[in-house]
């Protein structure tokens, strides 16, 4: 998508470093749902030889447009092609490159490979109540929350609710 100040490619053996200095920051897991636990270079390398060979997701580099600087990951997990569907998930792991729209440009980007390249039908995410920031930039790419999850994950000593938030393509054609 021309104009957008990020753009999306595979994620490559290169990218095991910066990766592995995400998975290690406590601090951006409070935003996500899964718990933190700290990871060797070892269990990075692994996870990406193993998520390479998966035809059931798509893991991508977030990219600046201008320098050409990896300052996040995207997912679409768990596709399903006879239901149509898939799980989005989003990080940007550079805390300076945070709230400056380039998630919402990545989102954008994978929500159009997912309807137009890959013919899904829906997409569904998660995200943790009171994450107002998240929900917010996931609006407005579309997505419309679903339902809630009560106390679905455990953070910091307690429970708390998830957000379910989807969108379908013809949504998505509405939207644009």
């Known amino acids: 998508m021309s104009g957008e100040p990020v753009y999306l490619r595979a994620l490559e053996a290169g990218d095991l470093e910066q990766v592995n200095k995400w998975h290690n920051d406590r601090s951006l897991y409070a935003t996500l749902l899964s718990p933190f636990r700290h990871v060797s270079k070892a269990g990075t390398e692994e996870w990406l030889a193993n998520k390479q060979k998966l035809f059931s997701e798509i893991n991508l580099a977030i990219c600046c447009t201008d320098n050409s600087q990896h300052i996040g990951n995207i997912y679409l997990r768990d596709i399903d092609l006879t239901a149509r569907h898939g799980e989005l998930h989003i990080l940007i792991g550079e805390s300076d490159q945070r709230n400056k729209g380039y998630g919402q440009s990545a989102v954008r980007q994978l929500i159009a490979h997912a309807f137009r390249d890959l013919g899904l039908h829906r997409l569904y995410l998660y995200v943790i109540e009171g994450n107002d920031a998240a929900t917010r930039a996931y609006e407005k790419c579309g997505f419309l929350t679903e339902g809630v999850l ?16 989807g969108l ?7 939207s644009r």
Not at 168 to 174: F, P, S
């Open 150 to 165: 009560r106390a679905h994950t455990f953070k910091d000593g307690r429970f708390l609710n998830v957000i379910v938030m």
């Open 168 to 174: 379908c393509a013809n949504e998505a054609h509405q």
